[in-house]
């Protein structure tokens, strides 16, 4: 769900922005307090939104499962941003870019069979002591 | 080597060298945020037991963060300095498909992580599909 999260936030939010900032006029450096006022735009709002669950998404991730998990996996988001363009927006999406679907799809159902998650020495030791200290109290209550 | 408009006129050597700042940059913003992360612990777990309040302390108060968001706000700026000499068509698919191998073996060497078989497999995989699709 988090990994979705990620996946689907910052294409959606890169988009809105994209979106956002095209449909207003030319902002001079001249005009700084025009880029502020742009933030306040519906489409440009939901694009800072959007982006800021995208980073609590990730961060989130990342404080369970491995970078090398996470960075492939959501990946996920190109394709459902082409798919968007061409069942939404009537994009036509070229032989390269169906190919390119094709192998992300098959990267991510890769590394999603595997394990999210390295197991760390430190991560075992506690379970290997919780462990001992179990088999030390079914001798000791085999003793009584 | 052929390099599109405007890279033609940046040459070869300095092109390579823009993509490479951004895929560094990114790569050490990435290992860094994940150190970070990994060093904070399961936020999930630190929501339920102290609130949205205490899994934003727990994250705001850990300098690895700053340095990882240091590093990926210094790779988005080398992202811009690279778009106004090279085409997007080029430093786009470039840089985000690089990034995912790099990103796998700093995974490797700095965090300790198992990137077996299956992940570099998806590591390459998907850093072909990135280039196709965004090519």
Redesign the interface.
């Known amino acids: 769900m988090i990994l979705l999260l990620v996946a689907v936030c910052a294409p959606l939010g890169d988009s809105c922005l994209s979106r956002g900032m095209t449909r207003l006029p030319v902002i001079s450096l001249a005009h700084p307090a025009t880029l502020i006022a742009a933030v306040f735009t519906p489409f440009v709002a939901l694009g800072i939104v959007l982006l800021i669950g995208f980073f609590a998404s990730y961060l989130t991730a990342l404080s369970w499962a491995d970078l090398t998990y996470v960075l492939p996996a959501t990946a996920f988001g190109n394709v459902i941003v082409a798919l968007l363009a061409h069942f939404w927006l009537h994009e036509p999406i070229s032989l390269e870019r169906w190919a390119g679907i094709v192998l992300i799809t098959l990267g991510v159902g890769f590394v999603a069979q595997g394990p999210s998650l390295t197991e760390r020495p430190a991560a075992q030791a506690p379970a290997l002591a919780e462990a001992t200290e179990a088999a030390v109290e079914i001798k000791q209550e085999q003793a009584l | 080597m052929t390099i599109p408009f405007p890279a033609a006129q940046t040459g070869f050597w300095a092109a390579t060298g823009m993509i490479a700042a951004v895929v560094l940059c990114s790569t050490a913003g990435?290992?860094l945020?994940?150190a970070a992360?990994?060093s904070?612990?399961?936020?999930?777990e630190i929501r339920a037991r102290s609130g949205l309040k205490g899994a934003i302390r727990a994250?705001l108060t850990c300098p690895l963060f700053f340095a990882g968001v240091s590093f990926l706000a210094l790779a988005f700026f080398s992202l811009l300095f690279a778009l106004n000499h090279l085409n997007l068509s080029l430093v786009a698919p470039a840089s985000a498909s690089l990034t995912?191998v790099t990103?796998?073996i700093a995974?490797?060497i700095f965090?300790?992580?198992?990137?077996?078989r299956?992940?570099w497999?998806?590591?390459?995989?998907?850093c072909?599909?990135?280039?196709?699709?965004?090519?």
């Open positions: 990435e290992v945020t994940a992360m990994k904070v612990g399961d936020l999930d994250v995912l990103n796998a995974g490797k965090l300790k992580e198992n990137v077996d299956r992940r497999t998806a590591a390459v995989l998907v072909i599909g990135v280039y196709l699709l965004a090519h």
